[in-house]
C-alpha cells in the first residue's frame, strides 16, 4: 500500500491545541504529531488497544499450531514440532471427507446466496408503487433479525418426521418428504435454502441501491426504442449491477471455507454427520471438547489461509478483469 | 485513489434511497407486457409467501391447542385456542435468567461498543490524520485474517474471561465494520466549514466531537446502535465456547438447549446440559412455538419501526471515501 500522508499533514492548518509555531525541523515531526493530534489518538486508544489485544495477539498465538501445547508454560512455550500437526490432519482419514464437506456447503452457499439478493432486487425494482414495494423490501428483510438458535429451531419442527408441517403438506400432496434433517442428501438444499430465507433479503439492499442509482433517462430511451420491461432489465438493470457484483464476490471468496460454524454445527445430527462434519466443527470438537490445542490450532490456520488466498487471488483477478480491488 | 477499506462497493455506486421517485417510464400494453406483469406479480407473491407464511405459522401455532396443531387443524388461522405453551414457558425459570442475561449483555456491551467505535471512527474521519490509512488497513486486516478459535480460547482463559460475563461485552467491544460505516458517516456527512469555524473558536478535537459532531450525528449513532444491538441479542457462540456456568448463559443457549436439545436426535455436543426432556412429549413442540415466539418478539415489534435505519447503515457503508 502506497502511504504519501506526510504531505498532505504538513499542508493542513494545525489546531490551535497544538500550541502555535509553524515550521518545524524534520526530526521533530514525531512530537510535533502529538502534540497536535493527541487527542485523536486519545480517541482511538480503546479501538487500538482492544484490537491488538482480541485480533493480533491470538495471531500472535498462531504459532501454536508449529508447536507442541505445553501447559506449564502456555501458548508459546511448547517445543518447536514443525509443520507436524498439518501433516497429522492432511493424513487423517477424515480430512478429505471434512475438506469436501466444507466445499460443498459453502461454495453452494456463495453460489446461491450470490445469485439470490441479485434476482430479488431485479424484482423488488420492478414492483410498481411505493408502498407496495416498502411492504416487499420490509417482509424480506425481516428474517436477518432472526437468530440462527431460532432458525434451526423452526426448521426442526417444520421438518420433524412425525409432526412437522412440510412432511404433512407434502404427505398431503402424495409425496413421501422422509426425515430431511437427518439425511445425507438433503443436508446441503436444507442448509442452504435457510440461508437464503434468512439473508437474501437483507442483502438485496446494497443491489437495489445501486439500481435506484441508475440514470432514468435510460429507460426513457429503451422505452423509446421500443425495449420491452424484460428487455430494460436485461440491457440496463443487470448490467448497471456488475460493479457491486464483483466487490461482493471477492468479499464472498474470502469466506470460501467459511461453512457457518453456529449453523451447521446445530443442525449436526448423528443421522446426518457424514456430511455435515466441516473444518470448522471439526476443529471446535478436537480443540475445545477433547484439548488438543495445537492439532485445532493447525487446522483452523489451514482453514483461515485457504480463505485468505482465495480472498487475494480474487482480488488479483477481478483488479486484471475489470479494474476493481478491494484495496 | 485507492483505499484501505475492504468491504465497499465501486465507485458507480452513490447511496440513494431505495425508495427514491422516479418519473415511471410507462410501456405499451401489449401481451407480452402483460405477460410480465403477471409473473411478477406471481414472483412477488411467492416470495411474500417463503418469507412471511414460517414467522406466521409458529405464531397461530403457539397459541393454538397441540393437538389441532397436530391433526393438521392450523394452517392459516389458530385453531382450538390455548395458551398452554405460553403457560410452561413463564413458569420456567431458565428463560427468564437466560432473558435477564441478555438484557444485561446487550446494554452493557452496546453502550460499551459505542464509546469505543464513534471516537475511533471519528479520528478516522480527520483527512489531516497522518496515520488514519495505516490504521485502517490495521484494523481491516482483522476482518479477513484471524488467530482462529484455540488461540483466541487460550488467550480468554489466560486473561480470566473464561466463565466471566465480561467475555460477552470486552471482546466484541469493536465492529470493524460498523468503525468503517461510521467513519464514512462522519467523513461524508459533516461540514468541514464546520470543523474549520470551530478550531477559528479555539474548540479541541474531544470537544468537537462531543459538543459539534455527536449531536449531528444521531443517525449514524442509531444505525450502528441497532446493529450491535442485534449483534448481542443473537449471540450464541461466545456461551457456547467461553461459558460453562448456566447461571450466566445468555438467552440463545437458553434456546438452543429447550429448542433442539429434546429432539429425537439431539447434536450430542455441547457442554451446558439443559433439562430439556422434563417436559411432557406430546406437548414439547407446542412450548417450543411459544420459545420462539418468546425470545423473538422483541425484534418482531420494534422491527417494523426502525427497519429504515438498518437500511440506512448498508448505504453510509457502501459510500466511497
Known amino acids: 500500500m502506497a502511504l504519501t500522508l506526510g504531505e498532505t499533514a504538513e499542508k493542513v492548518p494545525v489546531p490551535p491545541v497544538a500550541g502555535g509555531r509553524r515550521r518545524r525541523p524534520p526530526g521533530a515531526v514525531v512530537s510535533d504529531h502529538l502534540r497536535s493530534r493527541w487527542q485523536l489518538w486519545l480517541m482511538l486508544a480503546p479501538a487500538i488497544a482492544l484490537t491488538v489485544v482480541f485480533a493480533y495477539v491470538p495471531m500472535y498465538g498462531l504459532q501454536l499450531a508449529f508447536r507442541e501445547f505445553d501447559f506449564a508454560q502456555g501458548l508459546t512455550g511448547g517445543d518447536w514440532v514443525g509443520l507436524a500437526y498439518f501433516r497429522q490432519f492432511f493424513a487423517s482419514p477424515l480430512f478429505w471427507d471434512l475438506l469436501r464437506n466444507t466445499v460443498a456447503i459453502s461454495l453452494t452457499t456463495l453460489v446461491v446466496g450470490f445469485v439470490a439478493p441479485i434476482a430479488l432486487a431485479l424484482v423488488v425494482n420492478q414492483v410498481v408503487g411505493r408502498r407496495r414495494k416498502r411492504f416487499l423490501q420490509t417482509a424480506t428483510y425481516l428474517p436477518h433479525f432472526i437468530s440462527i438458535v431460532v432458525v434451526v429451531g423452526m426448521l426442526q419442527v417444520f421438518l420433524n418426521p412425525a409432526t412437522g408441517v412440510l412432511p404433512r403438506s407434502l404427505g398431503l400432496l402424495g409425496v413421501e418428504g422422509g426425515n430431511l434433517l437427518g439425511s445425507t442428501s438433503a443436508f446441503v438444499p436444507v442448509y442452504v435454502i435457510s440461508e437464503v430465507w434468512q439473508h437474501c433479503g437483507w442483502n438485496s439492499i446494497i443491489y437495489l441501491a445501486a439500481l435506484a442509482s441508475v440514470d432514468p433517462q435510460l429507460y426513457e430511451a429503451a422505452r423509446v426504442d421500443g425495449a420491452s420491461r424484460a428487455q430494460t432489465v436485461r440491457h440496463i438493470d443487470l448490467p448497471a449491477l456488475v460493479p457491486t457484483m464483483i466487490v461482493l464476490l471477492i468479499l464472498n471468496m474470502g469466506g470460501v471455507l467459511n461453512a457457518g460454524f453456529e449453523k451447521v454445527f446445530l443442525l449436526q445430527n448423528p443421522l446426518n454427520l457424514p456430511v455435515s462434519e466441516v473444518i470448522s466443527t471439526y476443529a471446535y470438537k478436537i480443540g475445545i471438547l477433547s484439548s488438543q490445542f495445537s492439532y485445532a490450532t493447525a487446522i483452523g490456520l489451514f482453514n483461515t489461509l485457504i480463505n485468505f488466498v482465495f480472498l487475494v487471488v480474487t482480488n488479483q483477478v477481478a483488479k486484471r478483469v475489470s479494474n476493481t480491488s478491494l484495496w | ?321
Open chain 2, 1 to 321: 485513489m485507492t483505499t484501505t477499506s475492504p468491504p465497499r462497493p465501486p465507485r458507480r455506486l452513490r447511496p440513494a434511497a431505495t425508495t427514491t421517485r422516479r418519473p415511471r417510464v410507462r410501456h405499451p400494453r401489449t401481451p407480452g407486457e402483460l405477460a410480465f406483469s403477471v409473473l411478477l406479480g406471481l414472483v412477488c407473491a411467492l416470495v411474500l409467501f417463503a418469507t412471511l407464511y414460517p414467522i406466521w405459522f409458529v405464531l397461530i401455532a403457539s397459541v393454538s391447542s397441540p393437538a389441532a396443531v397436530n391433526t393438521g387443524q392450523v394452517w392459516v388461522l389458530p385453531a382450538e385456542l390455548s395458551l398452554f405453551g405460553y403457560e410452561q414457558i413463564l413458569s420456567d425459570g431458565r428463560i427468564w435468567t437466560g432473558y435477564r442475561n441478555t438484557i444485561l449483555y446487550t446494554v452493557v456491551g452496546t453502550a460499551l461498543n459505542l464509546v469505543v467505535t464513534l471516537p475511533a471512527a471519528y479520528a478516522l474521519s480527520r483527512r489531516e490524520f497522518a496515520p488514519r490509512r495505516p490504521l485502517m488497513f490495521f484494523f481491516a486486516f482483522t476482518m479477513f485474517f484471524s488467530g482462529g478459535l484455540i488461540p483466541q480460547y487460550l488467550l480468554y482463559k489466560d486473561l480470566g474471561l473464561l466463565d466471566n460475563w465480561l467475555v460477552f461485552v470486552i471482546p466484541s467491544a469493536l465492529n470493524v465494520y460498523n468503525l468503517i460505516i461510521a467513519r464514512a458517516f462522519f467523513e461524508h456527512s459533516l461540514p468541514e466549514e464546520l470543523f474549520e469555524a470551530a478550531t477559528l473558536d479555539g474548540v479541541s478535537y474531544l470537544q468537537f466531537f462531543l459538543r459539534i459532531a455527536l449531536p449531528l450525528s444521531k443517525a449514524i449513532v442509531s444505525v450502528i446502535g441497532l446493529y450491535y444491538l442485534v449483534q448481542h441479542w443473537n449471540d450464541f457462540f461466545t456461551g457456547l465456547i467461553f461459558v460453562r456456568d448456566y447461571d450466566k448463559q445468555p438467552l440463545q443457549i437458553v434456546l438452543r438447549d429447550i429448542l433442539l436439545s429434546n429432539q429425537a436426535f439431539a447434536g450430542g455436543a455441547g457442554g451446558a446440559g439443559g433439562t430439556g426432556g422434563a417436559y411432557g412429549q406430546q406437548y414439547a413442540d407446542q412450548i417450543k412455538y411459544g420459545v420462539i415466539i418468546v425470545s423473538t418478539l422483541p425484534v418482531l415489534l420494534v422491527y417494523p419501526f426502525i427497519q429504515k435505519y438498518f437500511e440506512k447503515g448498508v448505504m453510509i457503508g457502501s459510500v466511497k471515501g
